[in-house]
């Protein structure tokens, strides 16, 4: 339906819809800091707790980049690809940068631990910015399957907060403060939001892009950080490789199964 000639407009567009999307796009960020309820069941933080906890965040890491880029070749393989390799060269700088500063400190961690867990807000706060693309251009459709979408990212956000949860508790981390963090690596979904609604013709194209770039950090750090603490830690506890491998697929498994149910939802 067209907007009445009295109704406000911003940039061609109606004011009443921006402010549509920005309530969406904010509820969604928000939703992410719930990922870390769970965690305030946790009575002590031990060797091995740790490592399941590194290994469950692997997981749903891994499964996030397989559906990421599931979504992304749908649109673009090459966008994809060169998505992927700009996502490499990202966590390639940035680790090399952490690097050069041991004494990077992070709430209340420092040295290695610090530059793992900033690493990881770094990647989960980056793959936001596509999400909040796609908020944005998913309400240029229609404002039904705006919400609709919204939604369907509200409920993934909350194990992707979890995700960030389960790495900073067990380092010291209020839950509290891990469920600010985690609401702050999804920040990028209102902020992108905005101008994908308000120029859906410039960002629709750089989605699939996007969506490699997240797909490739996410796995990179995965597999190179959040695995080899989790196997370093259950040494210590001289647990078993088959308890985490276990973890780590189960958790992948979880999310894999969460991404689908919403794909199917939002069609």
Known sequence: MAASSAEPMMFGVPVAGLRTVLFYSTVTAMATGLG??????????????????????????????LALSVEGFGESRYKVALGMLLGYLFIVVTRGFLERHEDVK??????????????????????SFAEGVGIGVSFKERSVFGAYVSTALAIHNIPEGLAIALVLVPQGTSVARAAAWAVFSSLPQPLMAIPAYLFVHQFDWMLPIGLGFAAAAMAHVACFDLLRDAKEEMAKAKGSTFELYASLGTSFVGMLAVQYALHEATG
Do not use: E
């Open 106 to 127: 992070f709430d209340s961690m420092r040295g290695a631990n610090a530059q793992k867990t900033l690493l990881l807000l770094v990647v989960m706060t980056a793959h």
């Open 36 to 65: 870390a309820i769970p965690l305030l069941s946790v009575k002590s933080v031990q060797a091995k707790n740790i490592a399941f906890s590194n290994c469950a965040a692997a997981g749903m890491c891994l499964a996030a980049s």
